[in-house]
C-alpha cells in the first residue's frame, strides 16, 4: 500500500491523537469510495500519518463515528479528555468488537499461516503479539 510506505511507528512516542490515526486509517479508502470523506481529506490523512500530532479536527471529520464513541467512553469513565492514550486504546482494544468481522480490533500472536498486513513496517517475530484491525497490524504489544 503506497499511502504506509515509510511510516514506523516503533521509536516514537505514542499520543492519543497519532494512535486513534493509526487504527483508523484502514477505513480511510472505504470512506473515500462511498464518498464519505472527498479525495482532499483522504490526502490530508495520508499526510497525517507522516505528523507527530494529526488534526484533531481532521479526524472528528474523517471518522465522526469513532469519535463520537471516544467522547462517550470518555464521558462514562469520568476522564477529562477524550484524547487521552488511555481513551483512545480503551475505544479500540476493548470497545470495538464488532462482532469478530474484519472490523474487530483483535489481539493476536503473528503466525506464518495468518496473512496480515505490516503497514507501519513493525519488525515482526512469530508469536508476536499484535492488534490488529481490517486485518492490518496496528499495534505491537511489548
Known sequence: MEFFDNISREEEEMIGEKLFLLYAFPCARI??????????RYFQLTAALQTERPRRRLLKFCFP????????LARANSR?????????????????????????VSLIAVSDKVPLSNPYSYDLQPGD?????MRCIIEKVD
Open 31 to 40: 470512506r473515500l469510495v462511498r464518498r464519505q470523506i472527498d479525495e482532499d
Open 65 to 72: 463515528h469513532a469519535f463520537k464513541a471516544l467522547r462517550e
Open 80 to 104: 477529562l479528555d477524550p484524547w487521552s492514550l488511555k481513551n483512545v486504546q480503551a475505544l479500540w482494544r476493548e470497545n470495538h468488537q464488532k462482532d469478530g468481522g474484519i472490523c474487530a
Open 129 to 133: 503479539r499484535v492488534y490488529i484491525h
